[in-house]
């Protein structure tokens, strides 16, 4: 009786076995495909609550101490309104710090839903919050590790939005997209998601181009050009910057924080976008 099922059982096992792979192959694939659909469901819902741009950044081969469990990210940035970087050619306004508020605040709604979309979805996910020029709290909880010795984090949302091909980094150490010029804000998702990427954005477009370095109260841009492996203390000094923002801001507004803003209206990216914006009346 035993030999006589032996056979039928075995070869059941072995059809087992063999779908069992066959369904492993297909999921892989699909798990891709998903990847896409995902990632498009979220770009669309982003932008339905006011993100204007969004990318996807494989950071598989960022430094292993920054949080290698997430190896994907997802840079958000909206967009300063024009009529605000049209007044801060001289110096920032009180009208300019309220918009850095309402765009912190707008992108750190647009992270937590991200992260909320993606939890909910059955993936990890976090956020970060959108990079405060005093309060850097939240933005340490959430794991950046950010050093106020030094100005940085170990993960900075330019290095996730150039990963993502949003943009470059200027000479004045802010993200640069042909779109928008440098009048955006940034926030950061990362997640276990596999997120489909593209190339990394690895070249300066500024090229000769010195005019936020001619702009700058603080002369904290040496002019060089960004590279990706190029330490940002080799072309920008963030400490004249914040030094010299701080006591621009007080002397123009009254207001005792570190925010100035001529580098963004002094870069020909965004005049040309603040002209097409003037020009089409969107």
């Avoid at 605040?105 to 979805?121: P, W």
């Avoid at 405060?132 to 996730?160: C, F, M």
Wanted: proline fraction near 5%; charged fraction near 20%; aromatic fraction near 8%.
């Amino acid at each position: 009786m035993a030999s006589s099922t032996s056979a039928p059982v075995a070869f059941l096992w072995l059809t087992f076995v063999e779908m069992t792979a066959r369904i492993k192959q297909l999921s892989d694939g699909l798990w891709r495909l998903l990847g896409v659909s995902l990632a498009e469901e979220l770009r669309a819902i982003l932008h339905a609550n006011g993100a204007d741009m969004v990318g996807f950044a494989n950071l598989q081969h960022i430094s292993p101490d920054v949080l290698s469990y997430l190896p994907f990210g997802i840079s958000i940035a909206v967009a300063l309104r024009p009529h605000i970087i049209l007044q801060i050619r001289e110096g920032p306004t009180k009208e300019y710090f309220a918009e850095y508020g309402r765009v912190n605040n707008l992108l750190n709604m647009l992270g937590e839903l991200a992260a909320r979309f993606l939890t909910e979805k059955g993936h990890k996910a976090l956020w970060f919050a959108a990079t405060h020029a005093k309060k850097q709290s939240t933005y340490l909880r959430a794991g950046s590790g950010y050093d106020p010795r030094a100005l940085s984090t170990r993960l900075p949302h330019k290095t996730v939005a150039t990963r993502a091909r949003l943009g470059w980094i200027g000479k004045c150490a802010l993200l640069v997209t042909e779109t928008y010029g440098s009048a955006i804000r940034l926030t950061t998702v990362l997640t276990d998601a596999m997120l489909p990427s593209g190339d990394s954005q690895d070249i300066s477009l500024c090229g000769d181009c010195a005019s936020c370095v001619m702009a700058c109260p603080g002369h904290a841009p040496s002019g060089k050009n960004w590279q990706p492996d190029l330490p940002r203390g080799d072309f920008f000094d963030a400490f004249a910057c914040q030094r010299a923002a701080k006591q621009v801001m007080t002397k123009r507004t009254g207001i005792d924080y570190p925010l100035c803003g001529i580098c963004i209206a002094a870069c020909p990216w965004t005049q040309r976008y603040i002209t097409t914006i003037d020009r089409t009346g969107t």
